[in-house]
C-alpha cells in the first residue's frame, strides 16, 4: 500500500503565506512527475504546479511569482509554497505522485486551504 500524507493546510488572511508538503510512504520507493491540484466550491479540479520527470517546474499562471513546488527526493516529500495568497486561492488542495517504478498514479487525502479577504 501506499500512503500519500498531506499536511500544512490551514486559514490564513489575503496576503498571508502556507507550506503545503505531501509525504509518500509505504510500498514507494521513488517518486515523480510531481503536482499539486486544487479544487474550489464548484470547480473543477485544477493543476496548480508540476514538476516533470525533466525536473522542470510548472504552474497555472494564476499562481505563478507566488508559488514554488519543490521534491525532496530522500524523503519522497513534495512542498507547495504558497506566498502572497488571495481569497480565490481558497480550495481543497491535492498532491498527485507517480511510482517511478511501475508509472502507477496516487492522490493524497486533500488538505483545505482557506484564504480570508
Known amino acids: 500500500q501506499v500512503q500519500l500524507v498531506e499536511s500544512g493546510g490551514g486559514l490564513v488572511q489575503a496576503g498571508g503565506s502556507l507550506r503545503l508538503s505531501c509525504a509518500a510512504s509505504g510500498s514507494i520507493r521513488t517518486i515523480y512527475a510531481v503536482g499539486w491540484y486544487r479544487q474550489g466550491s464548484g470547480n473543477q479540479r485544477e493543476l496548480v504546479a508540476r514538476?516533470?520527470?525533466?525536473?522542470?517546474?510548472n504552474y497555472v499562471d494564476s499562481v505563478k511569482g507566488r508559488f514554488a513546488i519543490s521534491l525532496d527526493n530522500a524523503k519522497n516529500t513534495v512542498f507547495l509554497q504558497m506566498n502572497s495568497l488571495k481569497p480565490e486561492d481558497t480550495a481543497v488542495y491535492y498532491c498527485?505522485?507517480?511510482?517511478?517504478?511501475?508509472?502507477?498514479?496516487?492522490w493524497g487525502q486533500g488538505i483545505q486551504v482557506t484564504v480570508s479577504s
Open positions: 498527485h505522485v507517480l511510482d517511478r517504478s511501475n508509472h502507477v498514479g496516487y
Open positions: 514538476i516533470g520527470d525533466d525536473g522542470i517546474p
